[in-house]
């Protein structure tokens, strides 16, 4: 169990205010500084928005939804994990939705939507009440991943609004799904010889 000092979600959210209020700072005194921050095409013209796309937020409404799904989600996902592995979790599963987004669409994208889905995806799946239904139903894991595809894409579609990364909801919903059924949050136990 972490300590407040030390959660990982907190710290999450403490970076994505850092560099929201950096973006607000840099509009002020130099104009838009969305380029800076935001994943576009190509993807290797500034290879740190791949990260800072994850933290950075277009709005305070866009900073604000986010904030309230990795916090209601996140503080207890962390219990079960390492903060290292939350921390990788979050990014990774961030800027892999981020990049499906933008070279799928040819359009930009910033906000932590992605991994914030990652995140709910895992909490679904990687429960004890989901793992125990899982595995006493005979359904192949070829057709879990078909139910799973099926519900990332009802739920992201029920999720879009006009300026939606709504295949970056998609790609992190699915992530956590196939991740919380594979528990890879869970750190490996120790075996004692």
């Not at 838009?32 to 935001?38: D, E, F, M, Q, W």
């Not at 909490?123 to 099926?150: H, K």
């Amino acid at each position: 169990m972490t300590s407040v000092s030390r959660s990982p979600t907190l710290e999450v959210l403490a970076l994505c205010l850092f560099v929201f209020l950096a973006q607000q700072l840099g509009a002020l005194v130099f104009g838009s500084v969305t380029p800076l921050v935001a994943l576009a095409p190509p993807l290797d013209r500034f290879a740190w928005t791949l990260l800072t796309s994850v933290y950075a937020h277009a709005t305070v409404g866009h900073l604000l939804g986010n904030a309230l799904v990795i916090g209601l989600i996140g503080l207890p996902l962390e219990r079960v994990t390492t903060r290292l592995r939350y921390h990788a979790y979050f990014l990774g599963t961030g800027a892999l939705s981020g990049v499906v987004q933008t070279l799928v669409t040819g359009t930009a994208v910033l906000g932590a939507s992605g991994a914030a889905f990652a995140l709910l995806g895992y909490a679904l799946s990687g429960n004890r009440l989901a793992g125990g239904l899982l595995d006493r139903l005979p359904i192949p894991p070829r057709w879990q991943l078909v139910g799973f595809g099926l519900l990332a894409g009802a739920i992201a579609v029920w999720t879009y609004a006009p300026g939606v990364a709504l295949l970056g909801h998609f790609t992190g919903l699915f992530i956590g799904l196939v991740a919380g059924r594979l528990h890879l949050l869970r750190p490996r136990r120790k075996h004692n010889p």
